[in-house]
């Protein structure tokens, strides 16, 4: 959904959401476990501070990339496309859902303070809904797709072990549909749509689906978040 199009949208309903109290009701993900389990396997942390980096797609990135900017252990996270060609890594093109990219967010972090299992658990549990396909909330269409883009061996491991993990214990009432796949690449996006929860915190869209995942990551790991 482009921009424009969130706004007229979701500026027409947003007092009649708040009214009835379904501000955030979409960001939530359905969960049958009162704490969410952290991953099994997992990377060890770091003896020494470092860079390595995280590809995920869960919906409109404004709101992934705003969750792991207020999470501790982020060096940076910048939104962009992945899954497709450079050719095609433009917001026009890639908005019509035929050029395989998803809206990604690239996360840069310090593995001597969060590990690559610890930003899943806040992928699956906070950013996004992994029991959609192939949509997010108001958002529909394959570059809306959940993803795990992994860089190494190891991130594939942690992440197909972790959604096993979370399928098992039966944390989702349906199943999860996140892919794992191998990143062949990232694009960052067009400048306006960097940080776009911190320069548009009063946008209905952002009000709506994205502000509540900030205060769910605050409320559900403290220890783990962050002010900018």
């Known amino acids: ?3 424009w199009i969130r706004v007229a949208a979701f500026g027409a ?7 009835f109290g379904a501000v955030g009701s979409r960001a939530k993900p359905p969960r049958g476990n009162a704490t969410f389990p952290k991953p099994a396997i997992d990377q060890p942390v770091a003896a020494k501070k470092g860079k ?6 869960g919906g409109c990135f404004w709101g992934v990339q705003a969750v792991f900017q207020h999470t501790k252990g982020v060096i940076s996270a910048t939104s962009g496309y992945a ?3 450079a050719e095609t890594a433009r917001y026009e093109t890639v908005s019509s859902g035929r050029t395989d990219h998803a809206e990604s967010v690239k996360i840069v ?22 029991t959609e396909l192939n949509k997010q909330g108001p ?7 959940s993803s795990i883009f992994y860089g190494s061996p190891e991130q594939e491991k942690i992440a197909e072990a972790y959604i096993k993990q979370l399928g098992d214990a039966k944390v989702y009432p349906s199943r999860i549909m996140t892919q794992v796949v191998p990143l062949n690449g990232f694009y960052p996006a067009e400048g306006y749509h960097q940080d776009y929860l911190k320069h548009h915190p009063d946008s209905p869209y952002i009000v709506i689906n994205d502000l509540p995942k900030l205060l769910r ?4 790991y403290p220890e783990l978040y962050r002010e900018y």
């Open 217 to 220: 990551l605050k409320k559900e």
């Open 109 to 130: 972090y310090d593995p001597s303070e969060i590990t690559y299992g610890q930003l899943l658990m806040i992928f699956f549990s906070v950013a996004h809904n992994p």
């Open 83 to 85: 899954g497709g060609t």
């Open 1 to 3: 959904m482009r921009p």
């Open 139 to 145: 958002d529909w269409g394959t570059q809306y797709r």
């Open 52 to 57: 390595e980096v995280a590809v995920l797609s």
């Open 13 to 19: 309903i947003a007092s009649t959401m708040v009214v």
